[in-house]
């Protein structure tokens, strides 16, 4: 049984499968040639604006990465003295500098910051510490041992 169709223009009975109209002689485009290229433009453009979006979601996670690690280390730069719990300087001192240097009770070591960690190499001997600040103080807290240590900051 041959398929009935019509003009979508003037709605006159198109016969076989012709490409143009015959009453007002516009082009007719086969079903399935607009579902075919149709749907694949929709579907090329939906994949961009995921891509796009995915995109710019790591971008925006790079960058606050960027900039938390980069707040981080530029807080630590100075001289931290260390207080005990009553808020008194019990002498321990570290200098944290720019070149990734640091000077602990004035002994000169290098450290370094990741992901909330500080590994801090002096006197031949590496410490790794999570660390975290608290208005002006520094928290130094020692992997596997349920210690802290406050420090309070001297310019
Ligand atoms: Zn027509």
Not at 57 to 62: L, N
Not at 90 to 107: K, Q, R
Not at 133 to 151: A, H, K, P, Y
């Amino acid at each position: 049984m041959e398929e009935k169709k019509f003009c979508p223009y003037c709605g006159e009975k198109l016969v076989g499968d012709v490409r143009f109209c015959g009453k007002c002689g516009k082009r007719i485009t086969p079903l399935s040639e607009i579902a075919g290229t149709g749907g694949n433009v929709k579907n090329t453009k939906a994949s961009w604006k995921i891509i796009g979006v995915l995109v710019l979601i790591a971008c925006c996670i790079a960058v606050g990465i960027f900039l938390y690690t980069h707040t981080d280390n530029k807080r630590i730069l100075g001289r931290w003295m260390q207080v005990d719990e009553s808020g008194e300087e019990t002498g321990n001192s570290l200098s944290f500098n720019e070149d990734g240097t640091v000077l602990s009770n004035g002994m000169e070591g290098k450290y370094e910051m990741y992901n909330g960690e500080i590994d801090i190499y002096s006197w031949t001997e590496a410490q790794t510490f999570e660390y975290e600040f608290s208005g002006n103080r520094l928290i130094l807290t020692q992997e596997g041992i349920d210690n802290q240590s406050v420090f309070v900051k001297r310019e």
